[in-house]
């Protein structure tokens, strides 16, 4: 299969995708979605190769974060390998990778190495916690960023201990930051001439990700505590009983506190003294939140969320996936995107969800298998056949 790309916004820029699991494939799906020419470089089944880190190669997780790709297969323990590799460094615009530092440098594959081979190639690294410094050799988890990061100390109830984020989001933050950072570097290259290396971390990205939380330590000094299902700032601002389930209800401002009031027949609180104003609504949080799901649970959730909304208060039903992708706004976004898999035959996925009017993105092909466009590469690179057989014959590929 030759490159199919799923836009024509990057289809001019070749990639090397070195990476495993999460963060790193994160990025590189950025740029196959928009179109690059992806190339997926795996060790050969003989050495070690097949599920490893990131699962099955049919799973759900696997076929999602490698869409868009070719795939070889290439041993880089091996000179031959090695040097196939930098054959294709010359060839590349952009590598990501997200090994540790010492391993990059015994496997010839350091940023030094391959920007001497081609000093335009853009080379993007995802670490757990930085390229250097005291942390630089130890394994990057996500769980690990966010408790380090500082978010699992704002996450969950008060007094109940810290809560991890129930999605990966220092390894999902940490890939779309790195392939933000990518982008930037090949705009920048197109005035210098001079490829660079982008860095970043699971543990940068999620400390960059709490925002206004380290910016009120930072600028004021105050820490964030855990404030539960409750807006830190905007209150009244969480998470309500119905008579049916649950919903969100985001009262930010005066002039959305008297909408609310008024939208749900509570007029009278407008002239309760400790609600007058937002700095009395956040020293009586507690007692005014009782009051507000004590009224709240006389209705439905479609109730509220369509009385509301009508009103001007911003309000929403909490959902579980399938509920999700049920929604009728959600339908009509078409984010879910058909596409057919090797594996798993006639599969659904979430696509892009940036739309640029000339230049869309729309999937267009499955994950490849493992080694699918080995020998494909290989002659793009110029190897004629006779040698591609000799590197497989010797697990080179």
Not at 72 to 79: E, G, H, P
Request: proline share 6%; with cysteine; charged share 20%.
């Amino acid at each position: 299969m030759s490159h199919r790309p799923a836009s024509s916004a990057l289809s001019r820029f070749k990639v090397l995708d070195l990476t495993r699991v999460r963060a790193g494939p994160t990025c590189v799906r950025q740029l196959a979605d928009w179109g690059a020419d992806v190339i997926k470089i795996e060790v050969p089944e003989t050495e070690g190769g097949g599920e490893g880190l990131g699962g099955p190669r049919e799973g759900s997780d696997f076929q999602n974060l490698h869409r868009g790709k070719r795939a070889i297969s290439l041993n880089l323990k091996s000179a031959e390998g090695v040097e196939i590799l930098h054959r294709l460094v010359k060839w590349t615009d952009v590598l990501v990778e997200n090994y540790r530092p010492d391993v990059k440098h015994r496997l010839k594959i350091d940023y030094e190495t391959l920007s001497a081979i081609n000093p335009r190639l853009i080379y993007g690294s995802i670490s757990g916690f930085g390229q250097s410094g005291p942390y630089a050799v130890r394994p990057g988890f996500d769980q690990i960023a966010q408790g380090m990061g500082g978010l699992m100390s704002i996450t969950g109830l008060p007094g109940n201990g810290p809560v991890r984020v129930g999605i990966p989001i220092a390894d999902l933050s940490a890939g779309i930051f790195c392939a933000t950072g990518i982008l930037v570097a090949l705009l920048e290259r197109e005035v210098s001439g001079k490829g660079q290396w982008v860095q970043t971390s699971l543990l940068e990205a999620q400390i960059f990700m709490l925002d206004f939380q380290n910016a009120r330590w930072l600028m004021d000094g105050e820490v964030p505590k855990q404030a539960g299902n409750n807006h830190p700032t905007s209150i009244p601002t969480g998470v309500f009983k119905t008579s049916d389930g649950y919903i969100n209800i985001a009262v930010a401002g005066q002039a959305i506190w008297e909408r609310f009031c008024k939208a749900i027949e509570a007029t009278d609180w407008l002239e309760e003294p400790d609600y007058k104003t937002p700095k009395l609504r956040s020293t009586n949080r507690d007692k005014l939140n009782a009051v507000i799901e004590a009224r709240i649970k006389q209705a439905s959730s479609k109730h509220w969320v369509d009385a509301l909304n009508k009103a001007g208060v911003p309000a929403g039903p909490i959902y579980n996936m399938d509920e999700v992708f049920a929604d009728p706004q959600v339908r009509h976004l078409e984010l879910v995107e058909k596409i057919h898999s090797t594996l798993r035959g006639d599969t659904q996925m979430v696509g892009q969800p940036v739309t640029l009017s000339r230049t869309p993105s729309r999937l267009t092909s499955s994950p490849p298998n493992a080694g699918e466009h080995t020998d494909e590469v290989l002659r793009e690179l110029g190897y004629d056949t006779g040698t591609i057989a000799g590197f497989h014959k010797n697990g080179v590929v």
